[in-house]
């Protein structure tokens, strides 16, 4: 079963995600979420960017190229069944 999790963006909306795989790089967590359990959804990658002594997780869209490319193909790898486009 799929974790789902809310997240509160800049402007105070909150927005859904399911996620479907966490991985963490170089000290530095990544969750591979969807914003729908339909099967042609969006999939995003989220990187954790709050530091050690906070209580709650931060997390940002990865929007650098190279970095989502990497990513990608990392998630890719732990869930066979999924393609990331």
Do not use: H, R
Request: with cysteine; proline share 0%.
């Amino acid at each position: 079963m799929e974790e789902k999790i809310i997240f509160q963006s800049d402007n105070g909306e909150e927005v859904e995600f399911f996620v479907l795989e966490q991985t963490k790089i170089n000290g530095t967590n990544y969750l591979l979420v969807t914003d729908s359990k339909e099967e042609e959804a969006e999939c995003f990658i989220l990187e954790d960017i709050s530091k050690e002594d906070e209580t709650e997780a931060i997390y940002e869209f990865v929007e650098d190229n190279t970095k989502l490319e990497a990513l990608s193909k990392v998630f890719e790898e732990l869930l066979d069944d999924i393609d990331i486009v």
